[in-house]
């Protein structure tokens, strides 16, 4: 069992920057992937980067080049920085973590872009 507590969530006006942090309960070091997701207001959640326990990096397209996914293991730790922000990145930002077959999930930060 992991238990995921999101960090860092809030308001932010386009062109700013945020830097989200997701803290797990015991080491990360077993925990194949981990990632971040988002969920805006009447649509589905999407996967915004992940980061596997190698360090390989995948990102959705819209956050090329704008987000960073990075992780710590010494601290279980997984951070999201996000620069250049856009009012459609505004949603709840979810950590995600991947063990074997099963998926932990935090409990979401709010992310508002908006002037």
């Known amino acids: 069992q992991v238990q995921l507590v999101e960090s860092g969530g809030g308001l932010v006006e386009p062109g700013g920057s945020l830097r989200l942090s997701c803290v797990a309960s015991?080491?990360?070091?077993?925990?194949?992937?981990m990632g971040w997701y988002r969920q805006a207001p009447g649509k589905q959640r999407e996967l915004v980067a992940v980061?596997?326990?190698?360090?390989?990096?995948n990102y959705a397209d819209s956050v090329k080049g704008r987000f960073t996914i990075s992780r710590d293991n010494a601290k279980n730790t997984v951070s999201l920085q996000m620069n250049s922000l856009k009012p459609e990145d505004t949603a709840v930002y979810y950590c995600?973590?991947?063990?074997?077959?099963?998926?932990?999930w935090g409990q979401g930060t709010q992310v508002t872009v908006s002037s």
């Open positions: 995600n973590a991947v063990a074997a077959t099963v998926n932990y």
């Open positions: 980061i596997a326990s190698g360090g390989a990096r």
């Open positions: 015991r080491s990360i070091f077993s925990l194949h992937i």
